[in-house]
């Protein structure tokens, strides 16, 4: 009960501290407001890309057009051949008729031509539609499936599936260092509003030490204040980057610019930002009171 006590003293201690250098407080939490406004945009942005890049590798396939003379036994030794390589996730065959019959309905020029063509007179090849389970390495399994016997050609659009993977991760590794530099400079905001208060309350600390007062008593309301400052600094945060993002994602119907790009949907993400910003908060908080009060507080 005596420690609950204690606990609740020190909490209020630290309210108190945050209202009564009100003008320190305030910077402190608006610094931390801004910091985590960008920490959420980069995260919102982070979720995208990833997003993106997934719906990218679901989507890339290999196309592999079959020889014109190849025989039911070759297509099958084909398939066989195509699923013991180790990068297959699955493959799908197709017809050449198949594929005059959906290229017949893109458009009524092309219905046109296509339909002078039967099954016999079909200029089109059968084929297989591959996807690979790792798409920075499909350059190596087309390579791969090229060498299989009775196989006309093999296409993935060389080239710039490589380069929009490498884009991507690079991307990704870019917000990831933009999200821990943001919350790197949080806790050196707080530690340094921590350090300037610890400043100005030196002739308080020296009167609770000649009274006895525990190295304990006298670091915790710092502690909660930090956490004080990184709770009341998340909350608009919170706010904006929830609220915006589904504005934004409400106004453009779920897609960047085109069908290709859609976004994240809110309810996916916004309850864990919400609380990955309010962790944040507190937690750089209570490290960035903690550094100050270890550091520059000299008891």
Do not use: H, W
Not at 216 to 239: A, D, Q, W
Not at 250 to 274: A, R, W, Y
């Amino acid at each position: 009960m005596k420690a609950f006590r204690i606990l609740i003293n020190n909490i209020a201690d630290g309210f108190k501290s945050v209202f009564r250098n009100f003008s320190l407080s305030l910077a402190s939490i608006s610094c931390i407001t801004i910091t985590l406004i960008l920490v959420g945009i980069s995260i919102i942005l982070s979720e995208n890309v990833n997003k993106f890049t997934d719906d990218i590798e679901k989507d890339v396939t290999i196309v592999v057009y079959i020889d014109k003379d190849a025989t039911e036994e070759d297509k099958e030794a084909i398939k066989i051949n195509i699923n013991l390589l180790p990068n297959i996730e699955s493959i799908e065959f197709l017809s050449k008729e198949d594929i005059r019959k959906d290229m017949s309905t893109e458009s009524d020029e092309l219905g046109t031509i296509l339909s002078g063509y039967d099954e016999a007179t079909n200029p089109l090849l059968d084929e297989y539609l591959v996807k690979v389970k790792d798409t920075e390495k499909i350059g190596e399994t087309a390579t791969a499936i090229k060498e299989i016997e009775k196989i006309n050609t093999v296409k993935y659009g060389e080239g710039m599936v490589e380069e929009l993977v490498k884009i991507f991760n690079i991307i990704k590794k870019i917000t990831i260092v933009i999200v821990v530099g943001l919350v790197i400079v949080t806790a050196f905001l707080i530690s340094n509003t921590i350090k300037i208060t610890i400043n100005n309350r030196k002739r308080q600390i020296e009167i609770m030490r000649l009274v006895g007062a525990s190295n304990s008593y006298i670091k915790l309301p710092f502690f909660f204040e930090g956490i004080i400052l990184g709770f009341l600094g998340s909350i608009i945060p919170i706010f904006l980057t929830c609220y915006g993002y589904i504005f934004l994602y409400q106004k453009m119907e779920g897609v960047l610019f085109t069908e290709v790009i859609t976004l994240v949907n809110p309810d996916k993400i916004l309850f864990t930002l919400s609380l990955i910003l309010l962790s944040i908060g507190v937690v750089v908080g209570a490290l960035g009171s903690y550094r100050a009060v270890r550091r520059y507080l000299k008891i």
